[in-house]
């Protein structure tokens, strides 16, 4: 059974159909990657499965079990799914440790003393030790992105989505970031991204979608869809993005 | 080649340091010019010595200054007791416009109906209204204290104002937070607490100062239902004297309290604009 199972999810803004009918499976312990053109409905879909938006049809199933009915509490669901935005979205008055820690306090009703040695550790492992006490915007892209992955881990989710989350950063400090997901890839963490490094997705994907105004055009093993794509969208798309 | 250097400055500095000399030069002239005329020109005026005499009179001023001073206590009490139920009070106004639930609905409109009708009606009004409207009831003392009442007239009026600040503070904090805070599995609450309002009050501390500066200044509207405080003991003064210059005082008293606290908003307002960019 697949972990996540997205199965004809519709999603419409107004008259304006975003998700138009996507089936999508993330199996346990695969990194899954979504690319395609600027408005093909990535960052929606993420959002769909995070609850953050409401689906209009179709039905969306982590672990078998239907979490898109209408009228059930996300708050349950976001807690099981970690998510990281293209704008890092740190709260900014609060310093990093206390924005990792807000929400396992908060949410799972954790103590401040019985979570810290767990989310220093999670700083630790990501180059963020000695960075635990500074404020946002004394950190730089790289490690603010890095910081909003350790947030988004220390509820311990069993499913991490990404959108984007490199794209705003300068080139230099991709790598970094990459790294992370890399390390979360090898430690068996079940992820969904959307993504602009077709690099990147070709060499870590477990499976890549292609995205194109609403519709997966394309699935497959990264070698497949980067070496023979089949679809013409796609083709035109490849041609275009690995330019 | 390099540019030429004089006593280690850049050509661009030399010019910077002319500019600046030059704008000093020209700011205290025509400030001189400003000063001198004010004191050679209203001197001249038919009515000065009149003037002088009945509001810039030295002796009633060294005189009746401590008792206005004292007097002044009063609306620094008044202040004291309103601030705090005017923060609080226009917080939870601000929360209750934006309540979602619809069984909290009916506060929706309390809001609503709270902020229009304080907002729409003069501060002075207010005040006469609750402050001589309530104690008409025949309430036992101390109930029926104009300090009561008239504190009340000027915590709702200004809990509406500052409510609408806190709200637009509320609305400056860019949705992307709230995602992400929601995205953690925090509930609509705890957004708002933890992520939302603390972020919204900093944003608004400047506007929400000079919210206090203009209170600080409304207090003496009390003084129209009884509280002596400065601007009634002028009053009582200047019918003793038969001079003006008590009200003087009470305005110079006020600008010792009021001119520091807006140049600390407006330092802070400039910070916060320094920091957004
Ligand atoms: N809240 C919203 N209200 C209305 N329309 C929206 C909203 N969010 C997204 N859309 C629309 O949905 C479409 C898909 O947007 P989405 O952000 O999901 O695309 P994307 O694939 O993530 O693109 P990008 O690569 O630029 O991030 C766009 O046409 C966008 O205008
Ligand atoms: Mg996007």
Redesign the interface.
Known sequence: MAKLDLRGVVKRFGDNTVCDGIDLQVDTGDMVCLIGASGAGKSTLL?CI?L?EPIEDGAIYLDGEDISVPGLD???V??R???V?Q?Y?????MTALENAM??PR??LGRSRDDLRPEVEALFTRFGLADRMQNYPDQLSGGQQQRV?IV??LA?RPEVMLFDEITSALDPQLVGEVLDVLLMLKAEGMTMLLATHEMGFARQAADKVCFLKDGKIVEEGPPETLFGSPKHPDTQAFLARALK | MKTPKAAGLTRREIYEAQQRRRSVLVASTSTVLAVVALVVLVPLTPGWDKVKRSFFNADVLVDTFPKLLDAFLINVMIFAWCAPAIAVLGLLIALARDAKSPALFPLRIFGATFTDVFRGVPVILTVYLIGFGIPGLGLPRPWNSPYIWGSLALILTYSAYVAEIFRSGIDSVHH??R?????????ER?VMR??VL??AV?NVVPAQMNMLIALQKDVSLLSFIGPVEIFRQAGVFKSLTANFTPYVGAAIIFLAVTIPATRYADYLMAKQMKERR
């Open positions: 959002r995070n953050l996300p708050q349950g976001r807690a799914i970690g998510m935005f704008s979205n740190l709260f900014p008055h807000l929400a908060r949410v909003a947030r988004a509820m | 992307s937070q995602s992400a805070a929601l995205s953690l599995g925090l509930s705890q933890d992520v603390p972020q900093r």
